[in-house]
Nanobody
Framework: DVQLQASGGGLVQAGGSLRLSCAAS????????IGWFRQAPGKEREVVSC???????????DPVKGRFTISSDNARKSENMVDLQMNSLKPEDTAVYYC????????????WGQGTKVTVSS
């Protein structure tokens, strides 16, 4: 079974930084995307960033480009550790962030774990 464990959320002032980490296991797929989506109260889910397991291609949503950086370590078979470094945080980044794995297409999320809350105060 795919298991995703996220950590690293918290409260930070605008302009500050946080680093989210996700430990993934049970990844028996030849190719997948792993990353983060977020959901703020009253808003739709938004894929923030993801990275391809096969070639390292990355995706960033426009609102976070230049501020967030995703990285992953999938040296261990069926496991992956993906980090999201978030800099220059803004109040609009406040949301619950979920680590996800997508196998049915770029930008899709088929598996996700419990979220970690990020609150950015102004």
């Amino acid at each position: 079974d795919v298991q995703l464990q996220a950590s690293g959320g918290g409260l930070v002032q605008a302009g500050g930084s946080l680093r989210l980490s996700c430990a993934a296991s049970g990844l028996t797929f030849d190719d997948y995307a792993i990353g983060w989506f977020r959901q703020a109260p009253g808003k739709e889910r938004e894929v923030v960033s993801c990275i391809s397991s096969s070639d390292g291609t990355t995706y960033y949503a426009d609102p976070v480009k230049g501020r967030f950086t995703i990285s992953s370590d999938n040296a261990r078979k069926s496991e992956n550790m993906v980090d999201l470094q978030m800099n220059s945080l803004k109040p609009e980044d406040t949301a619950v962030y979920y680590c996800f794995v997508g196998i049915t297409g770029w930008g899709t999320y088929d598996y996700w774990g419990q979220g970690t809350k990020v609150t950015v105060s102004s």
